[in-house]
């Protein structure tokens, strides 16, 4: 759950593409817990989170979730990511590991694998039955190279985000997130090394127009350094705003399947960017409820 589980819009600058799929792809949603009264059992909502943002919901214990997204930009430029997110003993505890693969266009061309993130969640407060819920992270970014271009942030590092999810009304939730990242020897592809630092900033609402179909609005703005020269450092800004929907399909064993798909508009930073987003994801039970 997966997933502003840490920095920059993927498709659309330089070194963001690795911290943006953090934070996208780190989110997860669970299942509405049973009731102990004797009514029928309400039908599961749709409860992952918004694209871009992070939802504040850990995995339910005896939940996992497996992500997929796919964002490709209008010059070519293309990101896949996958998430696989589990519950540690309860639902206090979240761990997961998101992979990257990608095709970056610009500022030079580049296809391949991209950083490996170690992701742990707390559950802070509440959880998805509750109308405020908090649930910091933390991730490893593990460096597949040492080149500092799209995919790869060339170092290790670590990230830290912050996301807030509050029911505003029945049918409306808010997701907030802030976070850092901090990869402090970062090499590029002249050799060159530099500390980067970067930080996000977001929000999204949910529209639950019924427990199968939601319309979503995300915003978020990222600064995010590149290497400029031996330990000196740039910096790139990128503002998205993110319109979008998902729908669910509740199987009788458990399984949800939640497709979803969104189309990202730069704004400020980011005039002029704009690109296409889908979205995937599989959860079910693993043991006996």
């Not at 002249?190 to 179909?213: C, P």
């Amino acid at each position: 759950m997966n997933s502003l589980n840490d920095l920059v819009y993927p498709f659309f600058k330089r070194a963001m593409i690795s911290q943006a799929i953090c934070v996208f792809a780190l989110c997860a949603p669970i299942f509405a817990q049973s009731s102990s009264s004797p009514q029928p059992k309400p039908p599961p909502i749709i409860q992952d989170n918004s694209f871009l943002i992070e939802e504040a919901y850990n995995q339910e214990r005896g939940i996992v979730q497996h992500i997929s997204s796919f964002a490709r930009q209008r010059d070519g430029s293309w990101v896949y990511s996958f998430t696989d997110e589990w519950p540690v003993f309860s639902q206090k505890h979240q761990f997961s590991v998101t992979f990257l693969a990608g095709h970056v266009v610009a500022p030079q061309l580049d296809t391949g694998i991209g950083d490996v993130l170690l992701n742990y969640r707390y559950q802070l407060v509440g959880s998805g039955d509750t109308r405020v819920a908090i649930s910091p992270r933390v991730s490893v970014l593990l460096r597949t190279g040492f080149e500092e271009v799209g995919l790869r942030t060339g170092g290790n590092g670590l990230q830290f985000n912050f996301p807030v999810s509050i029911v505003l009304h029945d049918k409306v939730v808010t997701h907030v997130n802030a976070g850092v990242t901090y990869v402090p020897s970062a090499h590029n592809a002249k050799g060159e090394t530099a500390a980067l630092h970067g930080y996000n900033i977001g929000d999204s609402l949910i529209w639950q127009v019924n427990h199968r179909f939601n319309l979503m609005l995300e915003a978020v703005y990222v600064k995010s350094d590149f290497i400029a020269a031996a330990r000196r450092t740039g910096h790139d800004y990128s503002f998205i705003l993110n319109p979008g929907f998902r729908w669910a399909h509740n199987f009788s064993n458990g399984l949800q399947i939640v497709p979803g798909i969104a189309f990202p508009i730069g704004v400020g930073p980011s005039h002029g960017d704009h690109g296409i987003f889908l979205y995937v994801s599989f959860e079910h039970p693993f043991t006996k409820r």
